[in-house]
């Protein structure tokens, strides 16, 4: 028999999974030649087929502020109960917030 796989992202199967009409299909370029700039509001969506950047699954609909760049990627505050993080996220994980009311 084999072991029973501990990782995070066995716990993650259903949150990260795409619906078979998206399995397996690159980001739109849309989606990645937005061009955020310093204190834009962005939701992170996680793209399960890009591994690249991909932030963990506890900022999954979470709401940053983008604070600056580094290479290809932003650099994102975030904030998780009473404290921020700063995570860094490539923009095919990223989506432009816009509030709905």
Do not use: C, W
Not at 78 to 91: E, F, M, N, T, W
């Amino acid at each position: 028999m084999v072991k029973h796989s501990r990782g995070y992202r066995t716990r993650s199967r259903s949150l990260l999974r795409k619906s078979p009409r998206e399995r397996g299909a690159i980001p739109p370029l849309s989606r990645l030649m937005v061009d955020y700039k310093e204190g834009d509001q962005v939701v992170i969506k996680i793209n399960s087929s890009v591994h690249s950047g991909m932030p963990h699954r506890r900022y999954q609909g979470k709401v940053g502020k983008i604070v600056g760049r580094r290479g290809k990627a932003y650099m994102v505050s975030v904030s998780i109960g009473d404290k921020q993080k700063l995570i860094i996220i490539r923009p095919e994980h990223l989506v432009p917030f816009s509030p709905t009311r």
